[in-house]
């Protein structure tokens, strides 16, 4: 599975991106995703790609918000990419990964379906269908 990009927890997201330009990376335009509660934005620079993720409505519950509370601003997970998402889970599953949240169809893809598996050794990884 090839890396998609590197998922980054950020608190405010105008200011991550103005941080991430003066790096020299180029984003795309920011995608709100109401049904996750998070804003997203995609960056790149030579063939690296970052999300900035960021709670969308703080007022509501969103998925990265303990681990912004217990660590702050910082990467959280790297993202593969699967030709064949469900093959891919249960290999995953059988070398000890965790299901975290299960195959769903995700905004930032264009409706293709992300998981996110755990595992103590590595943390959280995301798995997105090509
Ligand atoms: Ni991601």
Redesign the pocket.
Known sequence: MKID?I?YAVKKIDQARDSFEKLGFCFERLIEDTDRNIKIMFGEKEGYRI?L?CPLNKKEASPIDTYLHHVGPAPY?I?YQSEKLDDDIENLKKQGFKMIIEPRKALAFGGKRVAFLMNLSVGLI?IAEL
């Open positions: 990009h998922g999300e993720v997970h993202c995301e």
